[in-house]
């Protein structure tokens, strides 16, 4: 049998070069590579619009903020996430993941928005870090905070306005890249828009909790009811409540010592200052009686306005001051001011707060006038009547007792030793009955 020559046979399937097949191998490698890519970026951004639409589905400020946290940790693979809320240049609020709470409670007060965050705060730029010791800003870490090396900060913006910034630490490959920035900032750019309708929307409801307060406490200081004492309270109940506040006092010039303040009534945490005295010169009311409407301090320990009110409330953080003065027509001018405070733990009091306070209060302040007013007439009429009465009691009763009197006298100067006596001494009863009911007509109506 003939043999067949060897080029005749031929493999089934086409024939390549060696040279042309070794490019093939390169080229489907490099699909498959990037294949892997495209699948890895695709569904990143399932995570990403995942995350948007958790975000989306969160409307109060306290469920919308761990929900952010907890997406951005999880969208990027990093250990550590947190989150700071800023109101008007202020960190108000600070949301952090990752951290076991026994750790927290190690590591004591939260951030206040220095270092690092503080940079962020200022200038408002996503910012990747391999090693954050190595940032011109750092400030280090408090005693037993645990290490962190990569950094990823992005701000929340909505409307040209920063509502806060998110901060993520210890990249799982490592370092953060330049994907995971896009990523973090497209979800903080949703998150800033969330949050600003948070924000607005527990602004409005603040805003119509101080609205039916107030109406509520005018309709009260306006009925009959209630008196100025009570309405007082009232008002420093109502004001503690609305404003989420650590306490309230009304403190006031001493009128009988213009260089000392009294503090008549209070409540919550400063419920102990209710009856206090203090020096009138470099304290919180002299200022608010100085400048004559509401100011705020974010921190009490730093202020010399408040040092007494530290010394006695060392938890108190941030002050508001309101005066209580009124612009109506006849009415006397007001001495007193209106404290409010809060402790470490809560947010410093803000522009909504100085706003609403301040109007509260001078509304409350009217009010209260014309509830002072009303109770000065009442007391007025009662001392006419009293006056009235006692014109009837001279001119009928003390009159017929005192011919009694004089009567008794007379008879006595004709009598026996004994009798004379016993005479004398129911005159002299009858002086003393006269006495006491000129004394208990005639007292002031202030007096018990």
């Keep these: 049998m003939a043999e067949v020559p060897r080029e005749a046979v031929s493999p089934p399937g086409l024939q390549f070069p060696a040279v042309a097949r070794l490019e093939l191998d390169d080229l489907l490698d490099q699909l498959i590579v990037r294949a892997g890519e495209v699948k890895q970026t695709q569904g990143r951004l399932r995570g990403l619009l995942t995350a948007t639409g958790n975000i989306a589905a969160g409307v109060e400020l306290d469920e919308l903020l761990p929900r952010i946290v907890e997406s951005a940790r999880s969208l990027v693979g990093a250990r550590y996430a947190a989150l700071g809320v800023i109101r008007e240049g202020r960190l108000i609020r600070f949301v952090h993941s990752g951290m076991s709470p026994d750790v927290v409670a ?20 996503p910012l990747r870090l391999r ?10 870490f408090p005693a037993h905070h645990p290490e962190m090396r990569s950094f990823l900060g ?3 913006t909505a409307g040209g306005s920063v509502y806060g910034n998110l901060y993520l630490t210890e990249a799982g490959a490592g370092a953060f890249t330049a994907d995971d920035e896009q990523l973090v900032t497209a979800l903080a750019a949703a998150a800033g828009v969330a949050v600003e309708n948070a924000l607005l929307l527990a602004d409005a409801r603040r805003r119509e909790r101080w609205q039916a307060a107030s109406a509520q406490l005018t309709r009260d200081l306006l009925g009959d009811e ?17 404003a989420e506040a650590h306490g309230a006092a009304l403190t006031c010039v001493d009128p009988e010592d213009r260089a000392a303040i009294l503090i008549p009534r209070a409540c919550g945490g400063l419920a102990a200052w209710a009856g206090a005295r203090a020096p009138l010169e470099g304290s919180i009311t002299a200022a608010a009686l100085e400048v004559g409407h509401a100011f705020c301090i974010d921190d009490a320990t730093a202020d010399p306005r408040t040092t007494g009110a530290v010394e006695r ?6 002050v508001l001051a309101v005066p209580l003065t009124t612009m109506e027509k006849g009415m006397r001018e007001s001495r007193s001011v209106l ?18 306070v301040g109007a509260f209060a001078a509304h409350a302040a009217s009010a209260l006038a014309q509830q002072q007013s009303r109770d000065d007439r009442e007391a007025l009429r009662r001392l006419q009547d009293r006056e009235q009465l006692a014109h009837e009691l001279n001119d009928q009763l003390m009159q017929r007792l005192t ?32 006495r006491t009911v000129r004394d208990t007509v005639l007292r002031p109506p202030s007096e018990p």
Excluded: N, W, Y
């Excluded at 190690?106 to 730029?125: A, M, Q």
């Design 106 to 125: 190690e590591i004591g007060d939260l951030p206040e928005g220095k270092g690092v965050l503080g940079h962020l705060i200022e200038d408002p730029r």
């Design 131 to 140: 090693d954050l010791h190595a940032h011109a800003a750092s400030a280090g």
């Design 154 to 156: 992005a701000p929340l």
């Design 226 to 242: 209630m008196g100025a004492d009570a309405a007082l309270s009232q008002l420093l109940r109502c004001v503690t409540e609305v």
């Design 313 to 318: 409330a060392p938890e108190i953080r941030s």
């Design 339 to 356: 404290v409010v405070t809060r402790d470490q733990r809560a947010p410093v009091f803000g522009e909504l707060e100085l706003e609403m």
């Design 403 to 434: 011919r009694v009197g004089f009567a008794l006298s007379g008879v006595a100067s004709h009598a026996g030793p004994d009798v004379q006596r016993r005479l004398l001494a129911q005159v002299d009863e009858l002086d003393a009955v006269v």
